[in-house]
């Protein structure tokens, strides 16, 4: 269920596009000014920002330019700004895509999947099988030797990236900035503990890894513990 930041002041059109977009199957939080989409922002990434320009405290250009600062997250600007230059302008300073209003929400989700797709082209359709493990980046499941795993959003995300790139050691860095969407540097402790999470509900220890090893220092991979004894 991919999470929209929906940052819009007008309430009617919150609550309708809330409405359409639940129904359509996303998870979205609203933020009725720049600062509180910011706070929201940096807080956890969430996968799409849509984006009003016109907002009561900064305008969303400005905001635009901040949330850029801080992370790689697609966002898509919505305005009843129509004239080229500003589309351009919008463009330029890191929008991933432009909606003039009004537009319906079907609309919107279709450039929402776009741009998601486009944030992630390494993700595959397929289920990715590891031995006992599979994950379902389509559905967002994740089973070990035919039982579900509960996973947070981010414990899930945390594992296909590993999984898509198996047998890899991926540093901290480059998960900071491909799951959390953090391409200017974040919080190691953050990927650490997310790790010691996944590794507890996997089933394993520290001191006895499986399928999750980590290296200190540097990050961490995913194997295929059958593999290793062959």
């Known amino acids: 269920m991919p999470t929209v930041t929906l940052v819009e002041d007008d309430e009617r059109i919150t609550k309708t596009l809330r409405a359409a977009l639940e129904e359509l199957g996303y998870a979205v939080?609203?933020?009725?000014?720049?600062?509180?989409a910011l706070r929201d922002v940096t807080a956890d990434t969430g996968?799409?920002?849509?984006?009003?320009?016109?907002?009561?405290?900064?305008?969303?250009?400005?905001?635009?330019?901040?949330?850029?600062?801080?992370?790689?997250?697609?966002?898509?600007?919505?305005?009843?700004?129509?004239?080229?230059?500003?589309?351009?302008?919008?463009?330029?300073?890191?929008?991933?895509?432009?909606?003039?209003?009004?537009?319906s929400a079907l609309q919107l989700d279709a450039r929402i999947r776009a741009v998601i797709r486009r944030a992630r082209p390494d993700q595959q359709n397929g289920p990715i099988l590891i031995g006992e493990l599979e994950i379902?980046?389509?559905?967002?499941?994740?089973?070990?030797?035919?039982?579900?795993?509960?996973?947070?959003?981010?414990?899930?995300?945390?594992?296909?990236?590993?999984?898509?790139?198996?047998?890899?050691?991926?540093?901290?860095?480059?998960?900071?900035?491909?799951?959390?969407?953090?391409?200017?540097?974040?919080?190691?402790?953050?990927?650490?503990?997310?790790?010691?999470?996944?590794?507890?509900?996997?089933?394993?220890t520290a001191a006895n890894p499986r399928y999750l090893r980590v290296v200190r220092g540097v990050g961490a991979q995913l194997i295929d513990p059958g593999a290793q004894q062959h």
């Open 29 to 36: 939080r609203t933020a009725p000014n720049a600062m509180q």
């Open 47 to 103: 996968d799409v920002v849509v984006l009003d320009l016109g907002l009561p405290d900064v305008d969303g250009h400005e905001l635009l330019k901040m949330l850029r600062a801080v992370s790689s997250v697609p966002i898509i600007i919505t305005t009843a700004r129509d004239d080229e230059t500003e589309i351009v302008r919008n463009l330029d300073s890191g929008a991933d895509d432009y909606m003039v209003k009004p537009f």
């Open 136 to 204: 379902d980046p389509r559905l967002h499941r994740a089973f070990l030797a035919g039982r579900e795993l509960t996973l947070t959003r981010k414990e899930f995300d945390l594992l296909q990236y590993l999984a898509a790139r198996r047998g890899s050691v991926v540093t901290k860095r480059e998960l900071l900035a491909k799951v959390w969407r953090q391409p200017f540097g974040g919080e190691d402790r953050t990927v650490d503990v997310h790790l010691s999470w996944l590794r507890r509900k996997l089933g394993e």
